[in-house]
């Protein structure tokens, strides 16, 4: 089993930028595949982006892209998520999810879940 933690969210103007980390507690880090999803009020959890558990393959929403990164350091057992240019429509509560196996978009395929970090956007 995996532990998750999100940090780093908060409140800033659109435009401007944030990175979410998310610690992981337990064995094994380095053998879970790593997603980030976003939820916002009255909307369905949906993805913004993956990482394989060795940092070689990143899966992305068209709606972060070249925006918004991943990246991993098993070595601290951690996932960032660096967030540019953000625009109030990415205000929402961000997850970071670990799941054995291949790097996925899909939310069901993930079995770990942490509580989730505010982000907020303001125009």
């Known amino acids: 089993q995996v532990q998750l933690g999100e940090s780093g969210g908060g409140l800033v103007q659109a435009g401007g930028s944030l990175r979410l980390s998310c610690a992981a507690s337990?064995?094994?880090?380095?053998?879970?595949?790593m997603g980030w999803f976003r939820q916002a009020p009255g909307k369905e959890r949906d993805f913004v982006l993956g990482?394989?558990?060795?940092?070689?393959?990143?899966r992305s929403a068209d709606s972060v892209k070249g925006r918004f990164t991943i990246s991993r350091d098993n070595a601290k057992n951690t996932v960032y998520l660096q967030m540019n240019s953000l625009k109030p429509e990415d205000t929402a509560v961000y997850y970071c999810?670990?799941?054995?196996?291949?790097?996925?978009?899909?939310?069901?395929?993930?079995?770990?879940w942490g509580q989730g970090t505010q982000v907020t956007v303001s125009s």
């Open positions: 999810a670990a799941r054995l196996g291949q790097v996925t978009i899909t939310r069901g395929s993930y079995d770990y």
């Open positions: 337990g064995r094994s880090f380095s053998s879970y595949a």
């Open positions: 990482i394989s558990s060795g940092g070689g393959i990143t």
